[in-house]
């Protein structure tokens, strides 16, 4: 079956740090892959995705590509906030609207 | 526009006992979805709606959880009898069905069963 498998955490960093946090895939076929954060006390908010290989996926700083031969989508930003502190999932679905399959989530959390 | 809204926001029990969560989608969107999120993990899909139709609901636990989605907007997820297991956050989502992948989620009903 489908399965997303996440780099283990908790990640801590300082503000301006570079973050990479790695994302990979199983799935038949060509899903659709998502990254969601999730702020404390709060629900889950799309942060970006991509519906193809080779696809860039952008939104408030952060990217992901859609590498279908590695089948990876690891999430990136060049220089984090303390704001940025929250859990990130990594998440792939087989065609719209059917169901989104989560990795276990990784917290990040930045110190000023 | 208003987001999905779930009620209520924390719910305490005791084992045995039956409860209920209630979700309202976003305005227009006919794809509904229940997820369980345990602590720790993410979430796993419990039931989607297409409409009035539940067309996905193989991780859903027959014997004890129970779900509707009467005209096709609100929906309840009923949990009968709750078991310790079940302690847990229950998220409800919305989409339009054929337009975009993007699911929009609510946030959530913590459930904590003693």
């Known amino acids: 079956g489908d399965s997303v498998t996440q780099m283990e955490g908790p990640v801590t960093l300082s503000e301006e740090a570079f973050l990479t946090i790695n994302c990979t895939y199983t799935?038949?076929?060509?899903?659709?892959l998502f990254w969601y954060v999730q702020y404390p006390g709060e629900g889950l908010q799309l942060l970006l995705k991509?519906?193809?290989?080779?696809d860039k996926g952008s939104n408030k700083g952060f990217e992901a590509t859609y590498r279908k031969e590695t089948t990876s989508f690891h999430l990136e930003k060049g220089s984090v906030q303390v704001s940025d502190s929250a859990v990130y999932f990594c998440?792939?679905?087989?065609?719209?609207?059917?169901?989104?399959?989560f990795g276990e989530g990784t917290q990040l959390t930045v110190n000023p | 526009e208003a987001g999905v809204v779930q009620s209520p926001r924390y719910k305490i029990i005791e084992k045995k006992q039956p409860v209920a969560f209630w979700c309202n989608p976003i305005?227009?969107?006919?794809?509904l979805y229940w997820y369980l999120q345990n602590l720790g993990q993410g979430p796993e899909l419990l039931i989607r709606?297409?409409?009035?139709?539940?067309?996905?609901d193989s991780q859903l636990p027959k014997d004890r959880f129970s779900a509707e989605r009467l005209k096709g907007v609100d929906s309840t997820l009923k949990i009968q009898p709750a078991e310790l297991g079940d302690s847990a956050v229950y998220l409800c989502?919305?989409?339009?069905?054929?337009?975009?992948?993007?699911?929009?989620f609510g946030p959530g009903t913590r459930l904590t069963v003693l």
């Open positions: 305005s227009g969107h006919n794809t």
């Open positions: 998440a792939l679905s087989r065609q719209s609207g059917s169901r989104l399959t």
């Open positions: 709606y297409e409409n009035e139709e539940a067309v996905d």
């Open positions: 799935a038949t076929g060509y899903p659709s």
């Open positions: 989502a919305s989409s339009v069905a054929g337009a975009t992948d993007t699911q929009y």
């Open positions: 991509a519906t193809k290989a080779d």
